[in-house]
């Protein structure tokens, strides 16, 4: 009897033993909501993902928290979106948290930006007066389904290298994302096909790889440079741009003031339409899928 008690008490303590260890996640922690989204996609119940920017938040100024500390102490991958969006915030964290594995250079410093279409890259010397200018390029990339792809295939390779035992795991379901995604682009293009062309105004060059995969263009910006305020003139110029080309459209992120869009639909018969770039940037909006049907609708109505 004593025995048989001895074995059975062996057999629950490996039991528990392997439960654990199939219940231990790996712990991600993204800069973003989108990219949190993406490798939680492909990485399913073997990762534990948490983003520090809100999806309501300009990604380029994010307060800092002790809170954030405390998750980068634990983490075991960091997945950034680089170009220099999040070094005016992240920087100082990293150098807090004593982590030594999510360092740049290190084996769980994420950099998503390497495999990606990088468009606006600067031809020539960046300065201060050029206004936020990244001298990488936009780094507003995953705003094209194509690059939400890329970003998926670099997290199931990256993934699969810290647990091989999962791999396979991580395969399946980076394809089954890779299809939906191509199918929702294919829903998309569709919609968005009868205004090819169609010339918008936006509030910040947020948008490069948005519309050059669905065909919009672009003629200027609110801002007259990234990140700098619209003088008086600019807007003036700008209102006499809108009336002689007929632009009917003028699109804004959630975190800028609407006022001087309104301003501007105002005196030239221009329809304000707030975009949301990231997941979680409102209610409703809890995965790319939902981001992206959101906005191309509301897109359709305005240049309808």
């Known amino acids: 009897m004593d ?9 629950f303590i490996t039991i528990g033993l392997a439960g ?10 993204a800069t973003t909501t989108d990219l949190a989204w993406i490798t939680e996609e492909v990485g399913g119940d073997k990762v534990e993902v948490q983003a520090i920017a809100k999806g309501f ?55 998503v930006s390497a495999g990606v279409e990088i468009l606006d890259r600067p031809s020539g010397e960046v300065n201060r007066s050029m206004g936020d200018v990244h001298a990488m390029g936009n780094p507003h990339y995953w705003l094209d389904p194509a690059n939400a792809i890329r970003i998926g295939a670099q997290a199931r390779i990256k993934l699969s290298a810290i647990q091989p035992e999962n791999a396979e795991y991580f395969t399946k379901r980076y394809e089954s994302y890779k299809g939906r995604i191509n199918e929702a682009h294919k829903r998309w293009k569709q919609a968005l096909a009868p205004y090819k062309g169609a010339k918008i105004v936006t509030y910040h060059r947020s948008w490069t790889n948005f519309v050059m995969r ?9 801002e007259p440079k990234p990140g700098v305020p619209p003088s008086p003139s600019h807007l003036f110029a700008l209102i006499g741009k809108m009336k002689a080309e007929g632009i009917k459209v003028i699109a804004v992120e959630p975190y800028f003031d609407l006022k001087t869009p309104e301003s501007l639909a105002e005196k030239t018969g221009a329809k304000v339409v707030v975009l949301y770039p990231s ?5 409703g909006l809890d995965s790319y899928f939902d981001v992206f049907d959101y906005n191309v609708k509301v897109l359709v109505d305005a240049l309808r």
């Open 214 to 222: 669905y065909g919009l263009d672009v003629v200027d910006f609110v």
């Open 20 to 29: 654990a260890a199939q219940a231990e996640k790996l712990k991600v922690v």
């Open 3 to 11: 025995n048989l008690k001895i074995i059975l008490a062996a057999g």
């Open 57 to 111: 938040q300009d990604p380029h100024f994010v307060e800092p928290k002790p809170s954030f500390l405390f998750v980068l102490r634990n983490a075991d991958l960091l997945v950034v979106v680089g170009m220099d969006l999040e070094v005016g915030w992240l920087s100082p964290l990293l150098e807090q948290s004593r982590n030594p594995r999510i360092q740049p250079g290190g084996p769980g410093y994420f950099d």
């Open 279 to 283: 997941v979680d940037g409102k209610p």
